[in-house]
């Protein structure tokens, strides 16, 4: 056929091999002089569908069919008030180019630009598309207030749609020939069994994006809705950064073939340059007043050249009649795409080149940064698109600090002063590192004895066997309490070590074999004191039925690593209330005692972070040591125990009772079993 979609057309039909004579003598009294008159007839949808688009670039697409409506500039789409996005959409449909990670500050209009080149390609080169967000509500509220719009207010998209309203739902938007599906990181669910052939991931770094602890990285379960169109898809990448290590510096430090950056044109000299923060000015440089300099909008930017001064129209013009960059190169974005055809291609793009972002906001925003470290993060982050260092170190020990607390106490020999020993366990898939710490009533301890043991009947034996004498008398103490750390994995094949803590403690946590356990958990959140008590259980992990409700004591890690720490730095000065070391202690305790440092953690709060290496375990077993010894655990702390010699004394007074007034040789105190 040389013309598809007439409504009549002739086709010369010659007999076939397979037809017989007499069938062929029956369709030859229908023909007019060898010829076969048919009628082919296509819909209006077949048409529309069949009809091949002639292709253009999404920028231009964009300026005929796109219509903004929730926009501080209504109406149709202008290249011209954005064209640094230009590059960012044409670049997206080339045929080659498969990932498009876009490193951008706000109001930058970067996610209008992947609405956009949706919208392109739902005229011209349909596909299905699974728009990701970080959260469920972000997702719905995009698609609604966005997506949907986008659809409904173009012409040209409007005639895709199907007319059914339940294809037009918070679920899916289903059209003629393709589905957009929302999504969100944190669903598993919601990521998986849709073969697409465009991704949208906005805003990477937003904690949904972060929490893969379920299944697979939220990314990487996107690329594989890939898979299916291979060659053809394509998966955009954006976010503002927030810390080094986040998605979308890694991103685009490590998994891009080329970053482009946007160079402005001056209007003056006509040179092409990189706009940098430290060429924009204001008068009364770090003094000046950063509400003012916004406001009155005092701020401009210096051409590298000539020096000539752009305002905002100034620098909006220059902007019109740049262009991006190869970074590292002279080399023009449609040149460098022409000649190495990379599949993976990055955008670095900061605030002051946006025509909503003013160059006095971005220097009030820096005057700012320099009073407080949160605001010049958020000017890192949010106007020069970069990421903030992810922590600053607060405290940080060395080893040879640790041991600086060392004393002349022999290893498993308890102080004279010592009223009470408590003992930290942790529980490890390869065995239980423990503490030992004898206590003053006010607060000042010792450690007597550390170590690792393999099996429950070892610890068992130190909690409820052990014996350490006392320094400089006849005396011996056994522990008194024990806080048994009941986090961990699954290291069996039929239980979790989180299980069969609880089925230990159900058999050893009480008071008849003198020392008190308890089952110990850190708490996820930060707690308004330094513990609680959690919800009774009943329950395993696995369901198995406790013969008796359970309740662990939740701790604030951080709090209890702070006063830790506080301690050493006293027995270092001194002072009472510090923590103490044996003589013997050595430097794989010290090791893991600096295995943490205290950091500002990304949204300013400060938090202990492991830093070397994964085993900290005595710095975890000396915080449950020092919890079940503190006044505010359930029942009181050490602090309660009468003054060593008064106890003394009481020892003395209940073994010189005769036999029939309920004292013997050797038997504990009656102040002892207060616990």
């Not at 706000?106 to 080149?117: D, K, L, R």
């Given at each position: 056929m040389t013309q598809l979609f007439e409504d009549k057309k002739e086709i010369r039909v010659t007999k076939p091999r397979w037809c017989s004579e007499q069938l062929w003598q029956t369709l030859t009294d229908a023909m007019v002089k060898g010829k076969l008159l048919v009628n082919v007839v296509f819909s209006r949808t077949e048409r529309k569908i069949l009809r091949k688009r002639k292709q253009i670039k999404p920028s231009v697409w964009s300026e005929k069919h796109r219509v903004l409506v929730k926009s501080v500039l209504p109406g149709l789409w202008k290249n011209s008030v954005t064209p640094y996005l230009v590059g960012i959409m044409d670049a997206a449909a080339r045929a080659f180019v498969r990932e498009i990670?876009?490193?951008?500050?706000?109001?930058?209009?970067?996610?209008?630009?992947?609405?956009?080149?949706?919208?392109?390609?739902?005229?011209?080169?349909?596909?299905?598309?699974?728009c990701t967000y970080p959260d469920e509500n972000t997702a719905k509220t995009n698609f609604k207030d966005r997506v949907l719009p986008m659809i409904t207010n173009s012409v040209r998209l409007r005639s895709y749609l199907t007319g059914r309203e339940k294809d037009l739902s918070a679920e899916r938007i289903n059209l003629q020939h393709m589905t957009l599906y929302p999504a969100w990181a944190g669903s598993v669910s919601s990521l998986a069994n849709k073969p697409v052939r465009y991704a949208n991931s906005d805003e990477i770094d937003k904690p949904g994006f972060g929490d893969s602890r379920k299944e697979a990285d939220p990314l990487d379960l996107i690329d594989k809705r890939l898979i299916t169109f291979r060659e053809i898809s394509k998966h955009f990448k954006t976010s503002t950064p927030s810390v080094v290590s986040g998605n979308i510096w890694r991103e685009l430090k490590n998994n891009t073939d080329v970053i482009f950056d946007f160079n402005a044109k001056c209007p003056g000299c006509g040179q092409l340059q990189l706009m940098k923060m430290e060429r924009i000015k204001w008068p009364g440089g770090s003094k000046a007043d950063p509400r003012k300099i916004k406001n009155k909008k005092l701020a401009w930017y210096e051409?590298?050249?000539?020096?000539?001064?752009?305002?905002?129209?100034?620098?909006?013009?220059?902007?019109?009649?740049?262009?991006?960059?190869?970074?590292?190169?002279?080399?023009?974005?449609?040149?460098?795409?022409?000649?190495?055809?990379?599949?993976?291609?990055?955008?670095?793009?900061?605030?002051?080149?946006?025509?909503?972002?003013?160059?006095?906001?971005?220097?009030?925003?820096?005057?700012?940064?320099?009073?407080?470290?949160?605001?010049?993060?958020?000017?890192?982050?949010?106007?020069?698109?970069?990421?903030?260092?992810?922590?600053?170190?607060?405290?940080?020990?060395?080893?040879?600090?640790?041991?600086k607390c060392k004393t002349e106490l022999a290893p498993q020999v308890v102080p004279a002063s010592a009223v009470a020993l408590t003992a930290g366990i942790d529980l490890h898939k390869i065995g239980f590192p423990y503490v030992v710490r004898a206590w003053a009533k006010d607060f000042t301890n010792w450690l007597i004895d550390y170590?690792?043991?393999?099996?429950?009947?070892?610890?068992?034996?130190?909690?409820?066997?052990?014996?350490?004498?006392?320094?400089?008398?006849?005396?011996?103490?056994?522990?008194?309490?024990?806080?048994?750390?009941?986090?961990?994995g699954k290291y069996k094949k039929d239980i979790s070590s989180t299980e069969e803590a609880y089925l230990w403690l159900q058999d050893n946590m009480g008071f008849s074999k003198g020392c008190r356990v308890w089952g110990v958990k850190g708490s996820s959140n930060p707690l308004p004191s330094k513990l609680k008590m959690g919800s009774v259980l009943n329950k395993t992990p696995s369901g198995k039925a406790l013969r008796m409700g359970m309740r662990l004591v939740l701790l604030d890690t951080d709090k209890f690593k702070d006063m830790f720490y506080e301690r050493m730095t006293k027995a270092v000065s001194g002072e009472a209330g510090g923590a103490w070391l044996h003589s013997?202690?050595?430097?794989?305790?010290?090791?893991?005692?600096t295995a943490e440092e205290k950091q500002i953690n990304p949204k300013g709060v400060e938090t202990w972070e492991l830093t070397r290496g994964k085993d900290n375990h005595f710095l975890d077993c000396e915080c449950l040591a020092s919890a079940v010894a503190d006044w505010e655990w359930p029942g009181g702390g050490v602090n309660l125990f009468p003054d060593p010699d008064q106890a003394r004394k009481n020892m003395e007074k209940e073994n010189n009772k005769p036999q029939g007034q309920g004292g013997r040789p050797g038997s504990r105190p009656s102040w002892f079993n207060k616990r």
């Open positions: 990670i876009t490193c951008k500050a706000p109001q930058t209009g970067v996610s209008e630009v992947i609405n956009n080149f949706i919208g392109s390609r739902i005229d011209m080169a349909p596909g299905d598309v699974l051409c590298e050249t000539c020096d000539s001064r752009w305002d905002d129209n100034i620098r909006n013009k220059a902007v019109r009649h740049g262009n991006w960059i190869a970074r590292g190169t002279t080399i023009a974005i449609d040149t460098y795409l022409d000649k190495f055809r990379p599949a993976n291609i990055g955008f670095h793009l900061p605030a002051w080149i946006s025509y909503f972002v003013s160059l006095s906001a971005c220097a009030a925003a820096f005057l700012e940064g320099q009073k407080s470290k949160k605001k010049l993060k958020d000017f890192q982050n949010s106007f020069a698109a970069l990421p903030w260092e992810e922590y600053e170190v607060l405290v940080k020990q060395e080893d040879e600090d640790i041991l170590g690792q043991l393999g099996h429950w009947q070892d610890l068992e034996q130190l909690l409820f066997e052990t014996v350490y004498p006392v320094q400089d008398s006849d005396r011996s103490m056994k522990i008194w309490r024990a806080g048994l750390d009941t986090g961990g013997q202690t050595q430097l794989d305790y010290a090791r893991q005692i």
